[in-house]
């Protein structure tokens, strides 16, 4: 597997928030931090009308896609070492990947 960059779109082990089970599901690397880890956000199949989700089409990648209409979630952050994610599936186009960082940053303001 090549090296992640911000706005990879890959799959990996995300927890459930029991942290006692999990899904392999596809991710955004949102951020590349210290030591390997890189912070990722969820992405969902599911429809999801909550208010930061983001809806994520084929026109939406530089390279790659998925196979049907997702969520990108940026509500549901985690971090892992680099060297865990499972496959890299894509990489978002600048426009979408600029909206969803202005949406995680949106999660962080002070009302």
């Known amino acids: 597997m090549g090296e992640l960059t ?23 690397v949102l ?13 969902t199949s599911k429809s999801y009308t909550g208010q930061s989700a983001i809806e994520l089409t084929k026109s939406d990648f530089a390279v790659g896609e ?4 997702s969520y990108i979630r940026p509500d549901k952050l985690f971090t892992i070492e680099a060297k865990a994610a499972q496959q ?15 949406q995680v940053r949106e999660l962080f303001k002070v009302k």
Do not use: H, W
């Open 6 to 28: 911000v706005g990879s779109v890959v799959t990996t082990f995300f927890p459930f928030s029991d942290y006692k089970n999990g899904k392999l599901r596809p991710s955004v």
């Open 31 to 43: 951020a590349k931090v210290e030591f390997g880890d890189v912070i990722l956000c969820q992405i």
């Open 66 to 69: 998925l196979p049907l209409i």
């Open 88 to 102: 890299v599936i894509g990489q978002l186009n600048p426009a979408m990947l600029n909206r969803v960082l202005r």
